[in-house]
């Protein structure tokens, strides 16, 4: 429109002559016929199929569907009825096990049933569905009546068909009305209801009685399949066998038209109406047929265009963007009005596409196999082919890799392995004749283009001609992006090559500056990815995220603005495309396909993400993104060419309810609450063990239910609600006694709330939670507490005499020890001190015998050296001066070799080095222990045999003796038995002192064996 705009300012400025305004007046026509026909092309609405055995998991034949005011979906099965919620299925039979043909809601809620001499209605007892039969009001005389073929409501009636009767129920009264021969399907037009008896004519429906609307010859003797609501209160009549006719005023008149001759093919089984006067119809082997209230089809649905079958029985529109059709293989569900639409692969055309454009207001698409123009043809074949009256026809002579096309005034151009194809009105050319992959047009110089091959070229427009200018210099590689920077630089992508700047020389010289960049600059590899110009840079697309180019460091650096400026896009991106004025799609490839993001650009320049309001098919992969001038976006993708157009607006705007699905307690998985819609009336109260719950929960917004996203708290547990997500369930285990309120809310995928729904219930108390249970805990741990105390006041007390029997002997074995050291001091030292000294003395007297004095020196000498080592033992026992110069492993050793010298016991001795594993200080207490143990067998055990063994492991010194004595009693062992000293009391004590343990294992006759652990290193507090 801002285009006519222009061209109609221009048209009266001053200068224009009269074929000047011949010519605009002509371009205002052309862009009108374009615009008008961009806006009515369209693909087909997208299917979803679901399948018994995956989905439902009942009977595969669907029948009919219907939906009530929560809405939740009922469809009529061969098995009952089912219910769809958005997350999962549930199946009612019927009390007789009967086939579900025909389903309607009434008024008041009810959900009315009709089968195989049986119909009712189910409706909801807080949130359940009870069913409740009518059968016991039907005349005896027509309770054999067959099968309910059709059912609709009419004011506060419902009317329900079968061949031999039809039943019209209002609140709780039942009225039955009998053909004079048979009756047909009900038939809905508008608001008004018609049925056909072929004794009576066509016959409407009203307040319970049947009103002749025409009894001609037409209607005696021609069947209807289905009727349908036509311009100016007219009717559309679909026959079984004669075609379509056109009921009015003046009579009933046939048909021609592509709807005409698809009624005379296959049977018209059930109609729905859809918005703006359109209306679906499912046919018998023919698929659905989308019809506008002309008459005319739009769309064709099939097995060609996504559905399972292409018998289709039953069709329900729930007014929120979804069309439900029942099949022959299960449910299908297509969006409608959808304002995207798809052109299958091998459908409209063979081959990936790779391209769109544009051109003089036709779309022309480019595939790995053909270049294709978009067409119009209403003709019965191309509608059963395509599926609607648009159709891709190949452009004859351009195939093979057509890559990219470009539209430059009123010529295009398409790049192919075979070159760059030029078509205009004088038919189409080669340009350049090496196979070309970008094209770019210069904004510095709009008569050239830049060709991206092996390397780089360009054709230019010089007298009215395009011209192959040839290859630029120094450029070898195969180049994917051309993007111009200024009038001479250009930056150019290539396969697995890296990035490079070209330089171009000014006028059309071919030779060039090239600066190539690599995982050296920044770029995280040379893998290929696209790259687009957003926001005025150019953004380059990694594996690692969107880089942009640092002119100052010369080199390649993630772009953080990219990411400030789209918040909540991912990490890494696969395509950045412009999409209308002020809006950026960005894609990211995952395991499922392609994810689309869409901003648009605020008045303050920042950008808000906008939600999608299409989806592409599942495992759908983009590989280019389009926009042309009339605002419509299309997506190449691996399943044929999206288009999507932003002016048809969803109608999945309303609001809709959250459901608790269901309420289970855990482990048995017993249910205890169903559909609770808004708020339970009244608490559920459960008993302590119950304490476990699994809720259930959905979202009743059919658009896309697996991007429907909830969050929930459940107050008295919960501090705050949850982050979104798609998980359905929330389990909650061990609650304690209280008061309870599980809250949940939805958003669907159009960023729409859902009605929030909540679920109260209460926890008791369990018995040991009682007045009577805690005064007994309180009276029970006051007395543990008491008789805990006494006893830790005994152990004090027999601690305290232990130790002092301790400190007693601790004094003891000091005063003999030093009794000892007197002792030898007194008789030994002294003694041989007192020698030494009177024969020093007889020598200085006679001085005059030197044989003599010779002989008292050599006894001096050796009771000197007698002394001497005295001194050495009794410091020894007092502090072993080898621990010092040695080592404690060293000082171990020596001590064994010392007690095999002087004892007959055979020693086996394995000692690891534990040098600097106790902590300076600690050595002695080691080394007393050892020394100890060796006293006791040398004493007591009366052995031949002893084995040692110290071992270092990690954390620990382990220290094991065994010999094969007497052995001992322990319970009548004494303390203070070895040699004078503490006994064993002395080694648990400074194995204590250690932090260690210390096991002691003795029996008569059966030798004694001693182990001991320490901890070594930084275990060793």
Same mark, same amino acid.
């Given at each position: 429109?801002?285009?006519?705009?222009?061209?109609?300012?221009?048209?009266?400025?001053?200068?224009?002559?009269?074929?000047?305004?011949?010519?605009?007046?002509?371009?205002?026509?052309?862009?009108?016929?374009?615009?008008?026909?961009?806006?009515?092309?369209?693909?087909?609405?997208?299917?979803?199929?679901?399948?018994?055995?995956?989905?439902?998991?009942?009977?595969?034949?669907?029948?009919?569907?219907?939906?009530?005011? =929560?809405?939740?979906?009922?469809?009529?099965?061969?098995?009952?009825?089912?219910?769809?919620?958005?997350?999962?299925?549930?199946?009612?039979?019927?009390?007789?096990?009967?086939?579900?043909?025909?389903?309607?809601?009434?008024?008041?809620?009810?959900?009315?049933?009709?089968?195989?001499?049986?119909?009712?209605?189910?409706?909801?007892?807080?949130?359940?569905?009870?069913?409740?039969?009518?059968?016991?009001?039907?005349?005896?005389?027509?309770?054999?009546?067959?099968?309910?073929?059709?059912?609709?409501?009419?004011?506060?009636?419902?009317?329900?068909?079968?061949?031999?009767?039809?039943?019209?129920?209002?609140?709780?009264?039942?009225?039955?009305?009998?053909?004079?021969?048979?009756?047909?399907?009900?038939?809905?037009?508008?608001?008004?209801?018609?049925?056909?008896?072929?004794?009576?004519?066509?016959?409407?429906?009203?307040?319970?009685?049947?009103?002749?609307?025409?009894?001609?010859?037409?209607?005696?003797?021609?069947?209807?399949?289905?009727?349908?609501?036509?311009?100016?209160?007219?009717?559309?009549?679909?026959?079984?066998?004669?075609?379509?006719?056109?009921?009015?005023?003046?009579?009933?008149?046939?048909?021609?038209?592509?709807?005409?001759?698809?009624?005379?093919?296959?049977?018209?089984?059930?109609?729905?109406?859809?918005?703006?006067?359109?209306?679906?119809?499912?046919?018998?082997?023919?698929?659905?047929?989308?019809?506008?209230?002309?008459?005319?089809?739009?769309?064709?649905?099939?097995?060609?265009?996504?559905?399972?079958?292409?018998?289709?029985?039953?069709?329900?529109?729930?007014?929120?963007?979804?069309?439900?059709?029942?099949?022959?293989?299960?449910?299908?569900?297509?969006?409608?009005?959808?304002?995207?639409?798809?052109?299958?692969?091998?459908?409209?055309?063979?081959?990936?596409?790779?391209?769109?454009?544009?051109?003089?207001?036709?779309?022309?698409?480019?595939?790995?196999?053909?270049?294709?123009?978009?067409?119009?043809?209403?003709?019965?074949?191309?509608?059963?082919?395509?599926?609607?009256?648009?159709?891709?026809?190949?452009?004859?002579?351009?195939?093979?890799?057509?890559?990219?096309?470009?539209?430059?005034?009123?010529?295009?151009?398409?790049?192919?392995?075979?070159?760059?194809?030029?078509?205009?009105?004088?038919?189409?050319?080669?340009?350049?004749?090496?196979?070309?992959?970008?094209? =770019?047009?210069?904004?510095?110089?709009?008569?050239?283009?830049?060709?991206?091959?092996?390397?780089?070229?360009?054709?230019?427009?010089?007298?009215?001609?395009?011209?192959?200018?040839?290859?630029?210099?120094?450029?070898?590689?195969?180049?994917?992006?051309?993007?111009?920077?200024?009038?001479?630089?250009?930056?150019?992508?290539?396969?697995?090559?890296?990035?490079?700047?070209?330089?171009?020389?000014?006028?059309?010289?071919?030779?060039?500056?090239?600066?190539?960049?690599?995982?050296?600059?920044?770029?995280?590899?040379?893998?290929?990815?696209?790259?687009?110009?957003?926001?005025?840079?150019?953004?380059?697309?990694?594996?690692?995220?969107?880089?942009?180019?640092?002119?100052?460091?010369?080199?390649?650096?993630?772009?953080?603005?990219?990411?400030?400026?789209?918040?909540?896009?991912?990490?890494?991106?696969?395509?950045?495309?412009?999409?209308?004025?002020?809006?950026?799609?960005?894609?990211?490839?995952?395991?499922?396909?392609?994810?689309?993001?869409?901003?648009?650009?605020?008045?303050?320049?920042?950008?808000?993400?906008?939600?999608?309001?299409?989806?592409?098919?599942?495992?759908?992969?983009?590989? =280019?993104?389009?926009?042309?001038?009339?605002?419509?976006?299309?997506?190449?993708?691996?399943?044929?060419?999206?288009?999507?157009?932003?002016?048809?607006?969803?109608?999945?705007?309303?609001?809709?309810?959250?459901?608790?699905?269901?309420?289970?307690?855990?482990?048995?998985?017993?249910?205890?609450?169903?559909?609770?819609?808004?708020?339970?009336?009244?608490?559920?109260?459960?008993?302590?063990?119950?304490?476990?719950?699994?809720?259930?929960?959905?979202?009743?917004?059919?658009?896309?239910?697996?991007?429907?996203?909830?969050?929930?708290?459940?107050?008295?547990?919960?501090?705050?609600?949850?982050?979104?997500?798609?998980?359905?369930?929330?389990?909650?285990?061990?609650?304690?006694?209280?008061?309870?309120?599980?809250?949940?809310?939805?958003?669907?995928?159009?960023?729409?709330?859902?009605?929030?729904?909540?679920?109260?219930?209460?926890?008791?108390?369990?018995?040991?939670?009682?007045?009577?249970?805690?005064?007994?805990?309180?009276?029970?741990?006051?007395?543990?507490?008491?008789?805990?105390?006494?006893?830790?006041?005994?152990?004090?007390?027999?601690?305290?005499?232990?130790?002092?029997?301790?400190?007693?002997?601790?004094?003891?074995?000091?005063?003999?020890?030093?009794?000892?050291?007197?002792?030898?001091?007194?008789?030994?030292?002294?003694?041989?001190?007192?020698?030494?000294?009177?024969?020093?003395?007889?020598?200085?007297?006679?001085?005059?015998?030197?044989?003599?004095?010779?002989?008292?020196?050599?006894?001096?000498?050796?009771?000197?050296?007698?002394?001497?080592?005295?001194?050495?033992?009794?410091?020894?026992?007092?502090?072993?001066?080898?621990?010092?110069?040695?080592?404690?492993?060293?000082?171990?050793?020596?001590?064994?070799?010392?007690?095999?010298?002087?004892?007959?016991?055979?020693?086996?001795?394995?000692?690891?080095?534990?040098?600097?594993?106790?902590?300076?200080?600690?050595?002695?207490?080691?080394?007393?222990?050892?020394?100890?143990?060796?006293?006791?067998?040398?004493?007591?055990?009366?052995?031949?045999?002893?084995?040692?063994?110290?071992?270092?492991?990690?954390?620990?010194?382990?220290?094991?003796?065994?010999?094969?004595?007497?052995?001992?009693?322990?319970?009548?062992?004494?303390?203070?038995?070895?040699?004078?000293?503490?006994?064993?009391?002395?080694?648990?004590?400074?194995?204590?002192?250690?932090?260690?343990?210390?096991?002691?294992?003795?029996?008569?006759?059966?030798?004694?064996?001693?182990?001991?652990?320490?901890?070594?290193?930084?275990?060793?507090?």
């Amino acid at each position: 429109m801002i285009q006519v705009i222009t061209i109609l300012q221009n048209l009266f400025q001053p200068g224009f002559n009269t074929r000047q305004i011949t010519f605009v007046l002509l371009a205002i026509l052309q862009f009108v016929f374009s615009s008008a026909f961009s806006q009515t092309e369209r693909g087909n609405p997208s299917a979803i199929n679901y399948a018994s055995k995956d989905d439902y998991r009942a009977d595969r034949d669907v029948w009919d569907a219907a939906q009530d005011s =929560t809405g939740t979906l009922f469809f009529g099965n061969a098995q009952g009825v089912l219910t769809y919620n958005g997350v999962s299925w549930s199946l009612f039979p019927l009390p007789k096990k009967t086939a579900v043909n025909s389903l309607a809601v009434d008024a008041a809620g009810r959900v009315f049933v009709g089968s195989e001499d049986e119909f009712g209605f189910f409706s909801r007892n807080k949130g359940r569905l009870d069913y409740t039969s009518l059968m016991h009001q039907i005349p005896e005389n027509v309770k054999t009546f067959g099968k309910i073929w059709s059912i609709d409501t009419l004011g506060q009636t419902v009317y329900l068909q079968s061949l031999s009767a039809l039943f019209c129920v209002t609140g709780d009264s039942l009225t039955t009305l009998l053909p004079r021969e048979k009756f047909s399907f009900i038939y809905r037009a508008g608001s008004r209801l018609f049925i056909q008896d072929p004794s009576q004519g066509l016959l409407e429906i009203k307040n319970s009685r049947l009103i002749p609307v025409d009894t001609s010859g037409f209607f005696r003797q021609t069947i209807l399949s289905q009727l349908a609501q036509a311009p100016g209160g007219n009717l559309f009549l679909f026959t079984r066998k004669n075609g379509t006719f056109l009921h009015t005023s003046d009579g009933v008149k046939p048909m021609t038209s592509a709807l005409a001759d698809l009624s005379r093919k296959y049977r018209f089984y059930a109609i729905e109406n859809l918005p703006d006067g359109e209306f679906l119809i499912g046919t018998v082997g023919g698929g659905a047929v989308i019809v506008d209230s002309t008459g005319k089809i739009l769309n064709l649905l099939n097995t060609n265009s996504g559905l399972k079958t292409n018998t289709v029985t039953g069709a329900f529109y729930d007014g929120n963007g979804s069309v439900w059709l029942c099949t022959y293989e299960g449910v299908s569900r297509i969006r409608y009005p959808s304002p995207a639409t798809l052109f299958r692969v091998n459908q409209h055309f063979s081959g990936l596409p790779k391209s769109t454009v544009r051109h003089q207001g036709r779309l022309f698409l480019g595939t790995l196999e053909k270049f294709y123009r978009l067409s119009e043809d209403f003709s019965f074949p191309n509608m059963e082919k395509s599926g609607s009256s648009f159709f891709f026809s190949p452009v004859d002579g351009i195939k093979e890799d057509c890559g990219m096309a470009l539209s430059v005034g009123t010529d295009l151009f398409v790049s192919t392995n075979q070159g760059v194809f030029l078509i205009n009105k004088n038919g189409k050319e080669l340009v350049t004749k090496s196979y070309a992959l970008p094209l =770019t047009q210069s904004a510095a110089d709009p008569d050239r283009i830049f060709v991206g091959t092996y390397g780089l070229q360009s054709i230019y427009k010089k007298n009215g001609k395009w011209i192959d200018e040839g290859f630029y210099e120094n450029i070898t590689e195969d180049i994917y992006h051309v993007f111009e920077e200024s009038e001479r630089i250009l930056w150019l992508r290539s396969y697995n090559q890296g990035i490079m700047r070209v330089t171009l020389e000014p006028g059309s010289s071919r030779k060039t500056k090239v600066e190539r960049f690599g995982s050296e600059h920044g770029l995280p590899s040379l893998e290929f990815y696209p790259a687009e110009v957003a926001e005025g840079k150019i953004r380059w697309m990694t594996e690692s995220g969107v880089f942009t180019f640092n002119e100052l460091k010369s080199s390649f650096e993630k772009d953080t603005s990219f990411y400030q400026t789209f918040p909540g896009v991912p990490d890494v991106v696969n395509f950045i495309a412009p999409g209308k004025p002020n809006q950026i799609w960005i894609t990211k490839d995952g395991r499922d396909g392609s994810s689309l993001f869409l901003f648009e650009k605020k008045e303050n320049g920042s950008y808000q993400r906008l939600p999608v309001p299409f989806i592409l098919e599942n495992q759908a992969r983009i590989q =280019t993104i389009y926009t042309d001038h009339f605002g419509i976006t299309w997506f190449s993708v691996t399943g044929g060419l999206v288009r999507y157009d932003p002016d048809v607006k969803v109608s999945n705007s309303a609001s809709f309810v959250t459901e608790i699905s269901s309420v289970h307690l855990m482990p048995v998985d017993s249910v205890i609450a169903t559909h609770v819609f808004s708020q339970n009336d009244q608490n559920i109260v459960l008993n302590y063990p119950n304490n476990s719950l699994t809720f259930r929960f959905a979202a009743l917004s059919f658009f896309d239910e697996s991007r429907n996203t909830y969050r929930y708290k459940l107050e008295g547990f919960d501090s705050d609600w949850s982050a979104w997500t798609t998980d359905t369930h929330k389990e909650y285990t061990n609650l304690n006694s209280g008061d309870y309120c599980f809250r949940v809310k939805s958003v669907n995928a159009l960023g729409i709330i859902g009605k929030e729904v909540s679920f109260k219930f209460v926890i008791l108390p369990p018995w040991w939670e009682s007045w009577w249970f805690r005064s007994l805990v309180i009276l029970f741990f006051t007395w543990i507490g008491f008789m805990f105390f006494q006893s830790r006041l005994n152990k004090l007390k027999r601690e305290k005499k232990a130790q002092e029997e301790f400190s007693r002997q601790l004094i003891n074995l000091q005063e003999n020890e030093r009794k000892r050291i007197a002792h030898e001091l007194h008789d030994s030292i002294s003694q041989s001190l007192l020698a030494i000294h009177n024969r020093a003395q007889m020598a200085r007297e006679k001085s005059n015998q030197p044989d003599w004095i010779f002989k008292q020196l050599e006894v001096i000498l050796s009771s000197s050296s007698g002394a001497i080592q005295e001194i050495k033992q009794i410091t020894h026992n007092l502090r072993p001066y080898l621990l010092d110069r040695i080592g404690l492993t060293k000082a171990l050793h020596s001590l064994i070799r010392q007690f095999k010298e002087t004892n007959q016991i055979k020693i086996s001795a394995e000692i690891d080095d534990i040098d600097g594993k106790l902590k300076p200080g600690d050595d002695i207490h080691l080394y007393r222990i050892i020394q100890e143990i060796l006293n006791n067998v040398q004493k007591h055990a009366n052995a031949d045999h002893l084995f040692i063994s110290v071992e270092s492991e990690t954390g620990q010194i382990k220290i094991a003796v065994r010999d094969n004595g007497v052995g001992m009693e322990l319970s009548r062992r004494k303390s203070g038995e070895s040699t004078g000293g503490l006994g064993l009391e002395g080694i648990s004590e400074r194995v204590r002192i250690l932090n260690g343990k210390l096991h002691f294992e003795s029996k008569p006759g059966k030798g004694t064996s001693v182990k001991i652990s320490l901890p070594s290193g930084e275990n060793h507090d």
